[in-house]
């Protein structure tokens, strides 16, 4: 079975920056669409920035322009700049739900705290 092993969190003041990273325990495949998701507390997990193989990207509207999903051959990466305080929460990788039915078993996540 494939772990995640997400990192990279932290307490950061708005307007900061945190990068986070998730190692994969196999190599990511073409066919793998991997994913970001986010969990506030008392609220469902979203997704929060989507990658292809072929380098299509998507990104929740409220995280454009700030955020930069990106990966290599294990690694998923998120850059996470100009933060606010709304994006709190536990963040998680996996495959994109929307394209996979099937999803790995969650890691622990990391925890991202915006505040002053």
């Known amino acids: 079975q494939v772990q995640l092993v997400e990192s990279g969190g932290g307490l950061v003041q708005p307007g900061g920056s945190l990068r986070l990273t998730c190692a994969v325990s196999?190599?990511?495949?073409?066919?793998?669409?991997m994913a970001w998701y986010r969990q506030a507390p008392g609220e469902q997990r979203e997704l929060v920035a989507g990658l292809s193989s072929g380098g299509r990207i998507n990104y929740l509207d409220s995280v454009k322009g700030r955020f930069t999903i990106s990966r290599d051959v294990n690694t998923l990466y998120l850059q996470m700049n100009s933060l606010k305080p709304e994006d709190t929460g536990v963040y998680y990788c996996?495959?994109?739900?929307?394209?996979?039915?099937?999803?790995?078993?969650w890691g622990q996540g990391t925890q991202v705290t915006v505040s002053s």
């Open positions: 196999r190599r990511i495949f073409s066919s793998d669409r």
């Open positions: 996996n495959k994109d739900r929307r394209y996979h039915h099937t999803l790995w078993d």
